[in-house]
């Protein structure tokens, strides 16, 4: 398992953008299946975005589209949540997750049980 941690999250007004970051020192995170989720207060952990290694495939939920980009900083070995045009309703703590599946070609969206290692989470608030 990856130690992995996340950065980026705070406290944001309505329409603002925030840029999340997952890092697992040591290691080529691009190399992974990486995804995204998040969960709020009262509610069940949803997937948000994910990405097959080397960005070859991506995916996200229908609530985030058009307004999440994830990808690949390849100098800092970081995979990137670029999150705009924030709404109240993206408040939740959000975690990073991967796991190594060698020549995979895809993601796993709605299939946390399928990812081996987890960030301990970043607060994004999204108010005002």
């Known amino acids: 398992q990856l130690h992995l941690v996340e950065s980026g999250g705070g406290l944001v007004r309505p329409g603002e953008s925030l840029r999340l970051s997952c890092t697992a020192p040591?290691?080529?995170?691009?190399?992974?299946?990486t995804g995204w989720f998040r969960q709020a207060p009262g509610k069940e952990r949803e997937g948000v975005s994910c990405?097959?290694?080397?960005?070859?495939?991506?995916d996200y939920a229908d609530s985030v589209k058009g307004r999440f980009t994830i990808s690949t900083d390849t100098a800092k070995n970081t995979v990137v949540l670029e999150m705009n045009n924030l709404k109240p309703e993206d408040t939740a703590v959000y975690y990073c997750?991967?796991?190594?599946?060698?020549?995979?070609?895809?993601?796993?969206?709605?299939?946390?049980?399928?990812?081996?290692?987890w960030g301990q989470g970043t607060q994004v608030t999204v108010s005002g």
């Open positions: 997750a991967t796991i190594y599946i060698l020549f995979s070609q895809v993601c796993y969206l709605n299939l946390p049980d399928r990812y081996g290692s």
């Open positions: 040591g290691h080529r995170l691009g190399y992974y299946t």
């Open positions: 990405m097959a290694p080397y960005g070859n495939y991506s």
